[in-house]
């Protein structure tokens, strides 16, 4: 897919190429933010008998032990039991780290610019409303709320130290694609 950029497009020259960014910059751009959590889940289950358009999905992540429960929307971003997704969990999405984001015009490209949520295909803004700590098993349970779409994610304590009840967070979500 191509895009024209600038007066005078007609120029071969002008145009540049639109889509994914190659995996290098993808990464550096990735490894250069600030990330509260981030980790590799597979998706266990689906339960989308609720509501229409929205399901929740039960993921467990391979690496670390790691358990989230989210709400999503399954017609805008389909997934299924055993897709693998990237989550990462973050207070701040804008490029330049000393700039809050506080209504939803900030979030306009034209106006924020290249920014971490275009590495991602799924991105919710959200509340934090509650946090379990159980210092006795060093486990943690954040709850948090994009828009009446919930999140319980369980952890170590210290990888949601970070979490503070009432923080504003962004959740990014991509799938992986299996080797």
Not at 46 to 72: K, P, T, Y
Not at 96 to 111: I, M, P, V
Request: proline content about 4%; glycine content about 6%.
């Amino acid at each position: 897919r191509l895009v024209a950029s600038g007066i005078g497009a007609a120029s071969p020259r002008l145009w540049r190429p639109v889509g994914p960014r190659s995996r290098g910059a993808m990464e550096d751009a990735i490894t250069q933010h600030h990330f509260m959590f981030e980790d590799t889940f597979k998706v266990k289950t689906i339960d989308d008998s609720r509501f229409e358009r929205a399901g929740r999905i039960d993921c467990e992540s391979e690496s670390f032990g790691n358990n989230l429960e989210l709400d999503i929307n399954h017609i805008i971003y389909p997934l299924g039991p055993g897709d693998q997704i990237q989550v990462a969990i973050t207070d701040n999405v804008s490029p330049n780290r000393e700039r809050r984001l506080s209504n939803a015009y900030d979030h306009d490209k034209r106006l924020l610019g290249p920014s971490i949520m275009d590495h991602f295909e799924y991105v919710m803004y959200g509340k934090i409303y509650k946090k379990e700590d159980d210092r006795k098993d060093k486990r943690a349970i954040v709850h948090a709320s994009f828009g009446g779409l919930l999140m319980k994610l369980r952890s170590d304590s210290v990888q949601l130290a970070e979490f503070h009840v009432p923080n504003a967070i962004y959740i990014l979500i991509r799938k992986v694609q299996a080797d």
